[in-house]
C-alpha cells in the first residue's frame, strides 16, 4: 500500500527554543521544536522531569518560539495559539506534542518574556 501525504503545507526541521505560555500550564524552562509547518508545530517536551504534565488532545497552548536574533531587529519571537492534535511517547527520548496552529504572529521576543515572569507569581499564588 502506498502511502499517502496528506499534509496541506511543508514542514521545516528545525530546533528552537519555545516557552509554554497558557495560562493553564506555567513552563520553567525551555522546551524545543522539531519542525514547524504553516498549520502546525511538534514539540519535544522536554520539561517532564520537572514535573511539568503532558497536555491532553484538544487542550489549547500558546507558544513563545525564540527566533535567532538579528541585530538590526533585536530578537524576535513566534507568538502562537494551538490546539494538541497529538501526543505520544517514543521508546527512544522525550514525549512529543504536536500542535494545530490557530494563530500566529511575529513579535518582540524580550518583552513578551518580561510580561510573562512578571505575571508568573500572581498566577502561582492563585493556582496554590
Known amino acids: 500500500m502506498k502511502n499517502i501525504n496528506r499534509r496541506e503545507s511543508p514542514r521545516i526541521d528545525i530546533n528552537l527554543r519555545c516557552h509554554i505560555t497558557s495560562p493553564a500550564i506555567w513552563a520553567t524552562g525551555a522546551m524545543q521544536t522539531e519542525n514547524i509547518s504553516r498549520n502546525g508545530i511538534l514539540i519535544a517536551w522536554t520539561r517532564e522531569e520537572t514535573g511539568l ?52 504572529d511575529f513579535r518582540s521576543f524580550h518583552d513578551q518574556l518580561r510580561s510573562m515572569e512578571s505575571l508568573q507569581p500572581a498566577a502561582n499564588s492563585w493556582m496554590a
Not at 488532545?57 to 541585530?71: C, K, M, R
Request: proline share 10%.
Open 53 to 104: 504534565p503532558l497536555p491532553s488532545v484538544g487542550h489549547i497552548l500558546t507558544l513563545e518560539i525564540e527566533l535567532p536574533a538579528n541585530h538590526g531587529f533585536g530578537q524576535k519571537c513566534i507568538h502562537c495559539q494551538g490546539s494538541v492534535s497529538r501526543v505520544w511517547r517514543p521508546q527512544d527520548g522525550s514525549p512529543r506534542v504536536a500542535l494545530q496552529v490557530n494563530y500566529m
